[in-house]
């Protein structure tokens, strides 16, 4: 019987790469897990022969529909999603519009976590590697409110109200209490979508985590960062293999942290 996948998103450096190089060195690598790392270069991937790699672009439907469509016709199992690829806006990124940073850090693990639905078995996790920057408290009142117990299509139709208004530039803001940064209103909307499919899937079985990596030295963030790739990928790899995790919150250094 095939061991059932582990499957990390944004796998060629930074935290995804370390989140795939602790879990194979995890001693249920090979007896309990499998390991497939995605990238959009997959040749950039590090690691074992044993990994299996993926060219995956997170921001493309028919991207992650081409990936769940093979995982399906060979009949495999995922024992957990861990959606880490992302943006940001600024600094040295090619991103330049909100609509472009919301198909990656909101869209991309959204679409991954719906078309692998059926692939994940009782008990599977889905893990988005989210930050602190997107927690409620930068939000107003209303809008944390209104956040908290948000369903799947209302949140989609906020997400496309607040990509208008940043990307049209129009005068008037239709989502009063978003934050104005994309990055942190893109965490905060990955948030309300972890509670939202904890509150739809739980019944399934399916864990459903948002965890806060901290600030890590990475290309994103930067070398004056206060954590190492190694201190940021602990929590991540945690939460894909602890015995017993609740599902439904937001985690830092393996500890339940307010949304």
Same mark, same amino acid.
């Given at each position: 019987?095939?061991?059932?996948?582990? #499957?990390?998103?944004?796998?060629s450096?930074?935290?995804? !790469? *370390?989140? /795939?190089?602790? =879990? +194979?060195?995890?001693? @249920?690598?090979?007896?309990?897990?499998?390991?497939?790392?995605?990238?959009?270069?997959?040749?950039?991937?590090?690691?074992?022969?044993? #990994?299996?790699?993926?060219?995956?672009?997170?921001?493309? !439907? *028919?991207? /992650?529909?081409? =990936? +769940?469509?093979t995982? @399906?016709?060979?009949?495999?199992?995922?024992?957990?999603?861990?959606?880490?690829?992302?943006v940001?806006?600024?600094?040295?990124?090619? #991103?330049?519009?909100?609509?472009?940073?919301?198909?990656?850090?909101?869209?991309?693990?959204?679409?991954?976590?719906?078309?692998?639905?059926?692939?994940?078995?009782?008990?599977?996790?889905?893990?988005?590697?989210?930050?602190?920057?997107?927690?409620?408290?930068?939000?107003?009142?209303?809008?944390?409110r209104?956040?908290?117990?948000?369903d799947?299509?209302?949140?989609?139709?906020?997400?496309?109200?607040?990509?208008?208004?940043?990307?049209?530039?129009?005068?008037?803001?239709?989502?009063?209490?978003?934050?104005?940064?994309?990055?942190?209103?893109?965490?905060?909307?990955?948030?309300?979508?972890?509670?939202?499919?904890?509150?739809?899937?739980?019944?399934?079985?399916?864990?459903?985590?948002?965890?806060?990596?901290?600030?890590?030295?990475?290309?994103?963030?930067?070398?004056?960062?206060?954590?190492?790739?190694?201190?940021?990928?602990?929590?991540?790899?945690?939460?894909?293999?602890?015995?017993?995790?609740?599902?439904?919150?937001?985690?830092r250094?393996?500890?339940?942290?307010?949304?």
């Amino acid at each position: 019987m095939k061991l059932p996948y582990i #499957i990390v998103t944004g796998s060629s450096r930074g935290i995804g !790469a *370390e989140i /795939v190089r602790q =879990l +194979a060195s995890h001693k @249920s690598w090979n007896q309990e897990f499998q390991i497939l790392a995605t990238a959009r270069d997959k040749s950039k991937i590090g690691g074992s022969d044993a #990994i299996r790699k993926w060219a995956l672009d997170v921001a493309s !439907a *028919e991207s /992650v529909e081409s =990936l +769940a469509a093979t995982l @399906s016709n060979e009949g495999a199992a995922v024992r957990a999603i861990i959606n880490n690829a992302g943006v940001y806006i600024g600094g040295r990124s090619p #991103i330049q519009k909100a609509e472009d940073l919301f198909r990656v850090n909101y869209h991309g693990p959204r679409w991954l976590s719906n078309m692998l639905l059926p692939q994940l078995a009782t008990g599977g996790r889905i893990i988005h590697i989210s930050s602190g920057m997107g927690e409620l408290s930068g939000f107003s009142k209303e809008a944390a409110r209104q956040l908290q117990n948000i369903d799947e299509q209302a949140l989609n139709e906020l997400v496309e109200r607040y990509i208008e208004w940043k990307d049209q530039s129009i005068s008037h803001d239709p989502i009063l209490g978003w934050p104005s940064n994309p990055y942190s209103a893109s965490k905060g909307a990955l948030n309300a979508l972890a509670r939202a499919q904890h509150r739809a899937w739980s019944e399934r079985g399916i864990c459903v985590v948002s965890v806060c990596p901290g600030w890590v030295r990475t290309d994103m963030g930067g070398s004056g960062a206060s954590r190492s790739v190694e201190k940021g990928a602990e929590t991540p790899v945690w939460a894909a293999t602890t015995p017993s995790l609740e599902s439904g919150h937001f985690y830092r250094d393996m500890q339940i942290i307010p949304w």
